[in-house]
């Protein structure tokens, strides 16, 4: 099994940053993502990030803005949220995926295990 728990949320002038930590517990995992969830919205992906290679993957609406990262060290992954918009506010999951590699990023369903989410709310 692997655990994780998100941090970092929080309120946020537009045009602010935040830095959303996911820490990881339990088993190894190698392909992770952040995924947002409005109020009456579905759970849309925001970025994804393989360990193997570092390689990254954003949906368009975060790119040049975001930044994913990930911190074996510390068995941490981050996401650098600059320029943010109110469009930007919701709730904020990092999900994990263990084997192999997913289809797509995007999807929500490859991945097996969720944190709980932070909450992040940008005003105007």
Do not use: H
């Not at 990254?56 to 949220?81: C, E, H, P």
């Amino acid at each position: 099994q692997v655990q994780l728990e998100e941090s970092g949320g929080g309120l946020v002038q537009a045009g602010g940053s935040l830095r959303l930590s996911c820490a990881a517990s339990g088993r190894t995992f190698s392909w992770a993502a952040w995924f947002r969830q409005a109020p009456g919205k579905e759970r849309d992906f925001v970025a994804g990030i393989t360990r193997s290679d570092v390689s990254t993957y954003y949906t368009d609406s975060v790119k040049g803005r975001f930044t994913i990262s990930w911190d074996n060290a510390k068995s941490t992954v981050y996401l650098q949220m600059n320029s943010l918009t109110p469009e930007d506010t919701a709730v904020y999951y990092c999900a994990a995926r263990r084997f192999t590699r997913p289809s797509s990023y995007a999807d929500r369903n490859a991945y097996t295990y969720w944190g709980q989410g932070t909450q992040v709310t940008v005003s105007s």
